[in-house]
């Protein structure tokens, strides 16, 4: 299984970027997705996930009201769409792929993330 993780940048705040995630070696849709990142010296964190029926999405405080968790299946590929970028947002992103559920899934995957640097 991998995860290729795309899409990060530097951008002014209150821009946008779309991250992607390409999927390879697993039966895309039955594994729930997300996000997570990690800014230098803090631990990582959760940013968002979705189901694989895309059903059911998951945001966290920090981002909800300003991204948007989407999938395509067809194309075994997951995106996050982060608009009014702020410095804090400024981290390396990460994307996941866990096989049924989000909370109780099995077989966890990991991208190799891609860094979103937020200029002030």
């Known amino acids: 299984v991998q995860l290729q993780a795309s899409g990060g940048g530097l951008v002014q705040a209150r821009g946008y970027l779309r991250l992607s995630c390409a999927a390879s070696?697993?039966?895309?849709?039955?594994?729930?997705v997300g996000w997570f990142r990690q800014a230098p010296g803090k631990e990582r964190e959760f940013v968002s996930a979705?189901?694989?029926?895309?059903?059911?999405?998951y945001y966290s405080e920090s981002v909800k009201d300003r991204s948007t968790i989407s999938r395509d299946n067809a194309k075994n590929a997951m995106f996050l769409q982060m608009n009014s970028l702020k410095p804090e947002d400024t981290a390396v992103y990460y994307c996941n792929a866990k096989r049924g559920s989000w909370f109780d899934g099995t077989e966890d995957y990991w991208g190799q993330g891609t860094q979103v640097t937020v200029s002030s």
């Open positions: 070696g697993l039966t895309f849709s039955a594994y729930s």
């Open positions: 979705l189901s694989g029926s895309g059903g059911r999405i």
